[in-house]
């Protein structure tokens, strides 16, 4: 284990889930035991300087350094975000052009979702062997499987077995090297622009169709769904309605987790979001998602 080379972590966050990516980061810092330095990417969808200083004085400065890039600005020259029907941000498929922005120094990056906490020490995720594989992965707790009624739902026209492995995307382990050698990007989104009326997750529907049988499955614990408590998770992901809502309805003991380390950063006595702000964002994804359509009619 190399103390000297450095952890790198991606993420996409905007200002309404700052509270999120707080928990997030502040859930690493306390269970990081090795002496690896972080490296932490934040692709910014209008984060305020208020937000960013708030985040910055929440950690340790000896652990972590902030890397803010701004989200328009990452997109390779020649590509654009896919047009989807569904109300997640646009930001989801940001992840998709890590491996063209990163620094080519890092040939393996971590990227999260940024609604998960960590109660376990990253550098165990970080120095998994992917092998041969250009990304690994967790196999999807609630759908599982290409024939499961939400995953890849014309997996039959597109030559794959019902049983094929379904991962989930908010945790990727990634050779950013291998990925821009294969340009696999333009071929992800090509599959979910042709296949949108089955890609109810976008996002994980072009990665599970291009990267069918070619990824490595890590241990569930590294992305537990918060509906059903395990406590020595290593990783818990909540992948429905936030911690940071009102109406918040899984295990309440993966909330207070994660409001115990949100109590730690600039974000203390933070208050959870009402509901009627939740569906406000949800709305504004949808609107900020028409300048696509319009596009592409």
């Known amino acids: ?38 490296h932490f990417f934040i692709l910014d969808d209008g984060i305020s300087v208020k937000n960013r200083s708030k985040l910055t004085r929440s950690v340790s400065p000896h652990m972590f350094t902030f890397h803010w890039l701004l989200k328009d600005q990452v997109i ?17 498929h940001m992840r998709m052009f890590i491996p063209y922005f990163i620094p080519v120094g890092y040939e393996k990056v971590i990227y999260m979702d940024v609604d998960m906490i960590v109660n376990d020490d990253i550098s165990k995720l970080w120095h998994t062997d992917l092998g041969g594989y250009i990304i690994g992965a967790v196999l999807d707790v609630r759908i599982r499987e290409f024939g499961s009624s939400s995953a890849v739902r014309n997996y039959k026209e597109l030559g794959f077995d019902a049983s094929t492995r379904y991962f989930n995307t908010g945790l990727l382990l990634m050779n950013t090297k291998k990925w821009r050698e294969q340009d696999l990007t333009p071929a992800i989104f090509r599959c979910i622009e042709e296949n949108r009326q089955y890609a109810n997750y976008p996002d994980q529907y ?92």
């Open 206 to 297: 072009g990665l599970n169709v291009v990267f069918a049988n070619k990824w490595l499955e890590l241990n569930t614990r590294w992305s537990w769904s918060a509906e059903e408590w395990v406590p020595d998770a290593s990783l818990i992901h909540f992948i429905w309605r936030k911690p940071i809502y009102k109406t918040y309805k899984f295990d309440k003991r993966y909330q207070e987790m994660y409001f115990s380390y949100l109590e730690l950063t600039a974000w203390k006595g933070f208050v959870p979001i009402s509901e009627f702000r939740r569906l406000v964002k949800k709305s504004m994804n949808k609107i900020l998602k028409l300048p696509l359509l319009l596009k592409r009619k």
């Open 76 to 92: 390779p020259e020649g590509m654009s975000i896919p047009y989807d029907n569904s109300s997640y941000p646009l930001i989801i």
């Open 1 to 38: 284990m190399d103390a000297h080379q450095p952890i790198v972590i991606v993420v996409a966050c905007d200002n309404h889930y700052m509270p999120l990516l707080a928990g997030l980061v502040k859930s690493i810092e306390v269970n990081h035991r090795t002496e690896e330095h972080i």
